[in-house]
């Protein structure tokens, strides 16, 4: 009954496993880049739109309940594409113009672009499998995404001032995707602890959903379960 949800759930988890390696990886060694060239960023977008792909695919094994939570999270994600776009927008038509000293406000609107890229793909995580867990799923989410909306302002504060050195490393053809993100280097290795907290929530997530000991295990017992007569 479960099959998609399960699946969807892990990978999620292998995600953030591989998000949460690879940040205590740079926190403990003290890079000053990010691992595999920058590219560790982007594990984030892809694996949050394969889950919610399991989940869109699985949408007909939902009960109500997950179909709305389904629904939501599908919107978050979708306004973190929209930021992602408002984010890569001023690079994009600065880098076309060929401008080199963009407006103060274009560098608040880049930097709140990305803090908020950050902070709804959590927000997603979150709306996924809020109603799945259990104590301790609930304590490690919340803990998990309050640090990861804290690093994510940050973020976008740190990235603000830096409009200008990205444009131009992008006009350059720059390969070096770590260079342009080398000032949310440490920001973003503190994220690991967010990501291994939302592991430990999605393990208690997939037990739970295993076991049938949530909304959607309870409504498929109750769909398979005899029906009185009359």
Known sequence: MTVNLRLSLTVFK??????????????????????????????????????????????????????????HANLAFAASLVATAL????IGILSLVGNPNPPSWLGIEFGAAIALVFAVTFVTYALVAAHLVGRLGEVAMGLGLGWAVLLSSLIGVALAPDLQPIVHSVAARSPA?????????????????????FFVAFVDAHYRVAK?????????VLSTAPQPPG
């Open 177 to 197: 995707v770590a260079s342009i993100f080398q000032p949310i280097t440490l920001l973003d290795a503190l994220l690991a602890f967010s990501y291994l907290a």
């Open 212 to 220: 049938r000991l949530t909304p959607e295990g309870e409504a498929a």
């Open 87 to 90: 984010a890569a927008a001023p």
């Open 14 to 71: 292998i995600g953030f496993a591989a998000e949460s390696a690879g940040g205590f990886v740079a926190l403990v060694s003290g890079s000053t880049k990010l691992p595999f060239g920058g590219a560790l960023l982007l594990l984030n977008p892809v694996f949050a739109a394969i889950g919610i792909l399991f989940l869109w695919i699985g949408r007909h094994e939902w009960n109500e309940l997950h179909r709305t939570r389904v629904g």
